[in-house]
């Protein structure tokens, strides 16, 4: 009986130690560097893509995005731009600065399922310009991690290992 509960004990702390196992989120960072500078007006918006290429969207999990955005006004005057994620209007901000301002977004939601995210930019005003430096998108993400936990079969099998082993030691035992 001491050998079936050392056995027992064994499966036990094998089972224990093969559950899941937590990934550390990973950092990617995806610039798009226009160079040189564009001029955003009204009738020429802009558009560039951001791609988190490798981090293995949508299976893994997208802790958290943000975008960074620097433009600027070479004129000084007020200007309303506009910020549209995947086709959705996700902001607007008005008076861009003479030295150049850089704005910050949350694009979580707008990244997680495709790991993807279309910036347009826009001006409202007929007569609006600004000037547009880089983009930054910064993400952590955590890895889907495949945990080795044994399958059912596999379990059955030692699970009778175990008991044959248990009853040949009891039978040798009764013999002696």
Do not use: C
């Not at 001491?2 to 089972?15: H, P, Q, T």
């Not at 910020?83 to 997680?112: H, K, P, W």
Request: no cysteine; proline share 4%; aromatic share 10%.
């Amino acid at each position: 009986m001491k050998v079936l509960k050392k056995l027992v004990g064994a499966a036990a702390l094998m089972l224990a130690t093969t559950g899941a196992v937590h990934a550390v989120p990973v950092q990617y960072t995806d610039t798009y560097d226009a160079d040189p500078n564009w001029l955003v007006t009204f009738v020429t918006p802009i558009t560039f893509t951001h791609e988190l290429i490798g981090a293995n969207l949508p299976n893994a999990t997208l802790v958290s995005a943000d975008l960074y955005v620097r433009l600027y006004d070479r004129l000084g005057f007020s200007e309303t731009v506009r910020f549209f994620f995947n086709g959705d209007l996700a902001a607007t901000v008005q008076n861009v600065t003479y030295n150049g301002q850089i704005y910050e977004f949350s694009a979580l939601t707008e990244l997680q399922e495709t790991g993807t995210l279309d910036v347009t930019i826009w001006v409202s005003g007929l007569l609006d310009t600004v000037n547009f430096d880089y983009s930054t998108l910064v993400a952590w993400v955590e890895p889907v991690v495949v945990s080795e936990v044994p399958e059912p079969a596999t379990l059955l099998t030692l699970g009778a290992g175990m008991l044959g082993l248990a009853a040949t030691r009891r039978r040798k035992q009764h013999k002696d």
